[in-house]
């Protein structure tokens, strides 16, 4: 794995904005609320698409706010320096992100009543979205090839660490009455479904046309568009000018950029660590 990045239990993390006396602040000593919403992911697994549906739902459909702060104030992320501090300086209900493994989630969350939403994605697609985006992060080391990277995440030596542990992490938590599992190929089939799902678990009770609102505003079209949601005011120190966030927005384009024999040994990898899960409960192949 590439030097520069900071380490923290193993697991790496972009420099600009992660600290390590953070990370263990966020771990051992952030109280987590009972009325916090927290939307947990794994990178490119449609993180930035439920912060936007979780955050349309709190205002039942109006897109003023969303349009109007950045996500990352919205929803800011647990464990940068700068989305610590703002949490730590919010009064009442909380909406926060994180992309942190379940070891290194804050320790008070596992005693509260806080709702954590949980996304997962096809790790192919996770993958292909990941080897796209590592090309126009300025803060992290670029792979030379595809070959490369695939080797990088199959062995978990990429930012926030192996995939494969951190959904076995985070679906132990699967039949908490606080903990919601929702898919990106789900989203994408019927989102209107798991919207309604997500207002279920959430406790809020939208009108049909409220619910048309979070779907037109969380859309993949208007997101793209929307500065405060596409990552595009980001100083050039992060991300490469021009940038957007939203690339495809699709399922199953892994099988535009696998070859068959990194498929084989993909699949290989996969069977193996997620050996006792289920296979009903992920919506792939």
């Not at 969303?66 to 647990?78: E, H, I, K, M, T």
Request: glycine fraction near 6%.
């Amino acid at each position: 794995m590439a030097d520069g990045y900071v380490w923290f239990e193993g697991i790496a993390f972009p420099v600009p904005d992660f600290k390590p006396e953070v990370l263990r602040e966020v771990r051992d000593k952030f109280v987590v609320k009972d009325e916090d919403v927290i939307t947990v992911t794994y990178p490119k697994s449609g993180t930035n698409w439920l912060m936007e549906i979780v955050c349309l739902i709190h205002s039942k459909g109006d897109p003023k706010w969303v349009q109007s702060v950045p996500n990352w104030q919205r929803a800011p992320w647990v464990e940068t320096a700068h989305g610590y501090e703002i949490l730590q300086n919010s009064e009442g209900p909380r909406i926060f992100t994180s992309h942190l493994p379940i070891q290194l989630f804050p320790k008070s969350f596992f005693h509260s009543k806080a709702k954590v939403i949980y996304g997962m994605r096809n790790p192919r697609d996770v993958f292909v979205s990941s080897y796209f985006f590592m090309q126009k992060l300025n803060v992290a080391k670029k792979p030379e090839t595809q070959q490369q990277y695939l080797e990088w995440f199959l062995q978990g030596n990429v930012v926030y660490g192996s995939w494969f542990e951190h959904i076995r992490g985070w679906l132990s938590r699967r039949q908490c009455e606080n903990f919601l599992v929702v898919s990106y190929e789900e989203l994408t089939k019927d989102t209107r479904s798991v919207v309604e799902k997500i207002c279920q678990f959430l406790g809020k009770e939208l009108k049909p046309e409220e619910i048309d609102l979070v779907l037109k505003y969380s859309s993949f079209e208007f997101m793209k568009e929307n500065k405060m949601s596409n990552f595009s005011t980001l100083p050039d120190m992060f991300l490469n000018e021009g940038f957007s966030l939203q690339r495809k927005g699709v399922t199953g384009d892994w099988k535009n950029h696998f070859t068959v024999a990194q498929a084989e040994v993909f699949d290989e990898v996969y069977q193996q660590n997620m050996a006792g899960f289920p296979p009903k409960l992920f919506p792939w192949e």
